[in-house]
């Protein structure tokens, strides 16, 4: 028999060059009448999606040291993050046609059972190449994109009552997680059959699709949505580092406003979900100090929020490596476990922490006017919460590490405010100085975010 074809890589628009890429993008944006202004990103139901503070705890890399795992999952619930991100690999739960590595999948139920006995959900990422289906290339052919099918039908009916959120592929926009080059098309395939594949085992399972690298280039996502990816998704996950620059200084908010107008064009707007993102500790470009990622892990997630983001995730809970010219082992917010001291939590756990606590139960409600390079971003309590009589304000200047001094910049403001102020707190929850007289709230904003609590009308 012939060899099968493979799924050919698109010519137009993903092949185009950047200049024409940003030319047509806006061309077809225009004639659709879409663009920057349309209404916020679409939502997951009430009661359907996770906490909007997740994190990639990566449990299943520790799963073979048992104490190390436990230890991680109670780092994991101190954060209160409400869910990780897991890694699913298929190479090496399936190493051979059919056949299941036990001590593989074991290791993944402590994983699953760690996690859930501190309140932590996880969402699963289906990923890895095969050695026995694609020779450990990116999927290409029918035959190849139905053994990865096979392979979620038989995870998610595994973990059925205990995984409801399942994401296809990490990063297939880049070679290295799809060698030997991106290829949307077939990405779309293998996206179409593993849904098709989840949804006829566990109806009510929810698939996370895209999980692109970057936002500074949309046509991958662009190519997704040409090719039907939206009709499997039920939410597009995107990874927007932004490191060393602040994620408000970035085209990020931009380019969120436009998947909007994409997404529109080719059927109901889809969820978006931030299944990575962080600022590394590391030496040299993209490495940040440690202040500085505290402040732009707050800043990024409140602000990921504001753009219509349902839910993000940070990339990780612990270094990876010991070395510090390393970058991509050095996101952690705890160090590594060889370290001394292992497993130090670094000042933005602590605020992570803050954040998920003073934010838990509410919802982004609306943008304050303050000024060219200030923020104020108003939280509101959800309907479901105990406390409806706590409205949260969140407030910093818009500073960026990668410009000297200016992340030192400090500005007092004069804040009309009505009501009743409770608490104004800093990055990690200690009381700031403030003033307040019941008409006007003054206080000294920097880079590093504040948040005024009480029931008041800004």
Not at 439 to 455: A, D, E, H, I, K
């Amino acid at each position: 028999m012939p060899p099968e074809p493979e799924v050919r890589p698109l010519f137009f628009p993903f092949n185009l060059p950047p200049a024409f890429r940003v030319l047509v993008l806006l061309l077809v944006l225009a004639w659709g009448g879409f663009g920057p202004a349309q209404p916020a990103l679409a939502q997951l139901p009430a009661g359907q999606a996770p906490s909007p503070f997740g994190l990639g705890a990566y449990l299943h890399r520790v799963a073979a040291q048992p104490l190390l795992l436990d230890r991680l999952a109670d780092l994991a619930g101190l954060t209160g993050a409400g869910w990780t991100r897991e890694e699913f690999n298929w190479n090496l739960i399936e190493p051979r046609p059919g056949e299941y590595h036990q001590p593989s999948l074991e290791a993944l139920d402590q994983v699953v059972a760690q996690a859930a006995a501190r309140g932590i959900e996880v969402v699963g990422l289906i990923t890895g190449a095969s050695g026995w289906s694609s020779g450990g290339l990116g999927p290409s052919t029918e035959a190849q994109f139905r053994d990865f099918a096979s392979f979620v039908a038989f995870l998610v009916d595994r973990y059925r009552d205990r995984i409801r959120f399942w994401e296809i592929w990490n990063e297939p926009n880049v070679d290295v997680f799809w060698p030997p080059r991106p290829n949307p098309a077939a990405y779309v395939r293998l996206l179409t059959l593993a849904a098709e594949a989840a949804r006829a085992v566990n109806p009510e399972v929810r698939i996370i699709g895209g999980s692109v690298a970057e936002l500074k280039d949309l046509f991958f996502v662009f190519s997704l949505f040409i090719l039907g990816a939206g009709e499997s998704m039920d939410i597009l996950s995107i990874h927007p580092y932004t490191s060393p620059e602040p994620l408000e200084g970035s085209t990020t908010e931009y380019n969120l406003s436009l998947l909007s107008g994409l997404a529109a064009l080719f059927g109901p707007p889809k969820p978006v979900w931030v299944t990575e993102i962080g600022f590394p500790t590391c030496q040299g470009s993209p490495g940040v100090t440690e202040a500085d990622q505290a402040r732009l892990l707050v800043r990024a997630y409140l602000t990921l929020q504001a753009a219509g983001v349902e839910t993000a995730a940070w990339y990780d809970l612990k270094d990876d490596g010991l070395d510090p010219l390393d970058c991509g082992s050095r996101f952690g917010l705890v160090t590594h476990q060889a370290d001394l001291p292992p497993l130090r939590p670094r000042p933005a756990f602590q605020a992570f922490r803050t954040m998920a606590g003073l934010l838990a139960g509410s919802s982004f409600s609306r943008k304050l006017d303050l000024g060219f390079g200030r923020r104020g971003l108003v939280f509101d309590p959800g309907l479901g919460g105990t406390d409806t009589r706590t409205r949260t304000l969140a407030l910093w200047l818009v500073t960026d590490p990668t410009k000297a001094g200016d992340q030192e910049r400090t500005e007092p403001l004069e804040l009309p405010l009505r009501g009743r102020v409770d608490s104004v707190v800093d990055l990690f929850g200690q009381p700031l100085d403030h003033s307040f007289d019941g008409q006007s709230l003054s206080l000294t904003l920097s880079g590093s975010p504040v948040y005024v609590q009480g029931w008041f009308e800004p």
